[in-house]
């Protein structure tokens, strides 16, 4: 798989759990405020985050999700990234 279809992959899958994330919010009537502070974040970086302005780091995935009650597994897995040439 060549560097620039791996990353369009993960970028699918960020846009999913982001999604996910704003889903499990608006379900728990929580405003982008409310959750921030249940995470130590600012509403506007909640609303970035849900406008994908910027790609999230782990640490903050997990802060939100743990926030939402969600939890994250991770699965690694065996895969050879070749260097661009």
Do not use: W
């Amino acid at each position: 798989m060549d560097m620039e279809r791996n990353n369009e992959l993960i970028n699918d899958e960020l846009k999913k759990l982001i999604l996910l994330f704003k889903h499990q919010r608006l379900c728990q009537d929580l405003s982008q405020r409310e959750l921030g502070k249940k995470c130590g974040y600012t509403q506007a970086t909640i609303s970035r985050l849900e406008r994908m302005e910027r790609n999230p780091s782990l640490i903050t995935v997990l802060k939100v999700a743990h926030a939402l009650g969600m939890e994250i597994n991770i699965t690694l897995t065996n895969f050879i990234m070749e260097a661009n040439k």
